[in-house]
DNA sequence: ATGTTATTTAATTAATAGGTTAATTTTATG
DNA sequence: CATAAAATTAACCTATTAATTAAATAACAT
């Protein structure tokens, strides 16, 4: 998959961006992150490791436990892509050549 | 689903990244939307209905062709969030505070 | 009325996503 | 050494997604 896609649908997830607001207050465990969750254990492992194969986390091995970190770069990804399109969209909107051009293709 | 899953998850499928990039050209109808794809015209019209659900686009009907054509709101729902993560994770990482705190939590 | 163009709906299929419980691995501790 | 804690992996189930082909609908052209 690529990355963009990876980071989109690692996002499209309400319980994996509730994981990521809750890394943006501080590091935590995975047991710590799935406290407020009512699923198993293992489902919030496989959310996880969604997040981390689209980079959004990084974990790092403590004893028998794994801290999870936020890994910012990922997300600057998706916000160049949205930020991207978002400005060519308001141009292509705002600008009256787009506008005549689409009022000449609606016409034939 | 919450509309900012329906936007990323809109949003992770390279062929409907394709389809808004197409429109950011310009409006189109469903069958100039198929042209470059080798894919059948109903998986085509799914894909819109997917982005048309998501508020991505919005469609008019023009004698018996449909336009397709942006639109820009749902986008900014999106960027919205990315950018409030964004600025949060960058907070989050370069403050000190955080920085001692995710130690300190490490640490037992 | 018939055929053509543009698009959608229906029925089906295969793959993926997200969840579960049970078993396993790894490290720590009585 | 036996047990507990932290997390993952395995095996499984169900729902959703994305694709297909075939049929249906709608508007227009002849």
């Known amino acids: 998959m690529d990355p963009l896609s990876a980071t989109f649908s690692a996002l499209a997830d309400p319980t994996r961006r509730a994981i990521?607001?809750?890394l943006a207050e501080g590091s935590a465990t995975v047991?710590?992150?799935a406290e407020p969750f009512d699923i198993s254990l293992p489902a919030v492992s496989r959310h996880l490791k969604v997040l981390e194969s689209a980079n959004l986390i990084r974990r790092e091995v403590e004893k028998q436990k794994r801290r999870c970190f936020l890994?910012?770069?990922a997300l600057?990804?998706?916000s160049d892509?949205?930020?991207?399109?978002?400005?060519m969209w308001t141009e292509s909107l705002d600008?009256?050549?787009k506008y005549l051009d689409d009022l000449k293709q609606a016409k034939d």
Do not use: I
């Open 20 to 22: 990521l607001a809750r």
């Open 31 to 33: 047991n710590e992150l």
């Open 71 to 73: 890994q910012p770069q």
């Open 76 to 78: 600057k990804t998706a």
């Open 81 to 87: 892509w949205v930020d991207l399109y978002s400005r």
């Open 95 to 97: 600008g009256l050549e």
